[in-house]
């Protein structure tokens, strides 16, 4: 499985809804900005934070944002859109 984003692309950030169809509120503070991907990591189901997504293994990406340089760590790969 390859990362679906490379680094220093823009992406946007988009709502991440959990298994039980609320928006994730670790990710509500960064939805609709936009950055570039810094990093990636590879990371297997068993190591989601977020268990009720039942994840198959899955890329997240650190993001660093347009508006002030901040980074939007973690961000899993269905939580993105290209810009």
């Known amino acids: 499985m390859d990362p679906k984003y490379a680094l220093g692309q823009r992406v946007k950030i988009i709502t991440l809804i959990d298994g039980y169809g609320r928006p994730d509120p670790r990710q509500t503070k960064w939805v609709g900005r936009t950055g570039r991907v810094v990093k990636f990591y590879y990371v297997s189901a068993v190591?989601?934070?977020?268990k009720t997504l039942n994840p198959p293994d899955v890329y997240c990406y650190d993001i660093r944002l347009d508006d002030g340089g901040d980074i939007a760590p973690g961000i899993p790969e269905v939580g993105l859109e290209p810009e």
């Not at 190591?47 to 977020?50: A, K, Q």
């Open 47 to 50: 190591e989601v934070w977020e």
